[in-house]
């Protein structure tokens, strides 16, 4: 367990001059990741419905481990696991190559799929619909730039990973939790995060201000994206050390944009 009084484990680092407990190193202090005999402490309340620490009373406070219950993640996941288990060409070599011979030469010459499906419909093992799914992933001889009607229309625009509808990445995190935190503790150091975006869709900086200081940091990103945010988190972590880290950024305040709406990666 993190930081047991029981816990008398040693050498995880392979330094045969270090003889201190793991439990006391800042190096180590994560113990969840780096020791195999680490057993979580488990509340009793998570025998029971709901299952989850959401409404707890005690959520801050809480010594345990701690199951969050966010709407958004199972969502994503259940999204992946949909998509996954639909990929791939439900085809044998042979009925595929079949396929190819009767579909593709007649889109060559200027018949519309449409018109090639009503006609050869019972020669033809699988929808409509999944004939065009083969042809943008090049798995026929036909291409796109072969449907005269489909390269005119453009993209259909993607839904974005995080609506501001999901509100769930707020939990605790709203603007009355940050004043009643400074409150609390006035001496407390805080960090202003926000995205400058130049070109649309081009470089972005991401930019932090040191409030006690007015000293500022900007990194440059690729795009505005959750992904590119957490990199530059990642790579902080991993040059600061997580106990300096921790000490330079004890809270983060940002906006509600897209691109910070994934704390917990």
Known sequence: ????????????????????????????????????????????????SPYVCNNCKSLNSC?????????KYSNDYYRDL???????????????????????PLIIKGQSLSHIYSTHSKDINCARRTLYKYIDNQVLTARNIDLPRKVKY??????????????????????ADFTKLLEDN????????????????????????FRNSAFML????DDKSQKCVNQVFNS????????????????ILTDNGAEFQNPYD
């Open 218 to 221: 900007a990194f440059l990103m």
């Open 63 to 71: 010594t345990y481990e701690r199951w969050i219950y966010i709407a």
């Open 1 to 48: 367990m993190i930081n047991s009084k029981e816990c008398i484990v040693k050498n995880l680092c392979s330094k045969a001059t270090c003889n201190d407990l793991c439990k006391n190193c800042s190096k180590y202090i994560n113990c969840r990741t780096i020791c195999k005999e680490y057993k979580p402490k488990t509340c009793g309340k998570l025998n029971k």
């Open 236 to 251: 902080l972590q991993d040059n600061l050390g997580i106990e300096v880290f921790q000490k330079l950024f004890p809270v």
């Open 154 to 175: 453009k993209p259909r625009k993607k839904n974005s990973s995080s609506s501001r509808l999901n509100r769930e990445y707020r939990i605790n995190k709203t603007y």
């Open 186 to 209: 006035p001496n407390t150091q805080v960090v202003e995060m926000d995205t400058v975006e130049g070109q649309k869709g081009g470089k972005v900086l991401l930019t932090m201000l």
């Open 82 to 104: 949909l998509s996954s288990s639909r990929e791939g060409i439900n085809q044998t070599p042979e009925s595929m190559q079949k396929l190819d011979n009767l579909v593709s």
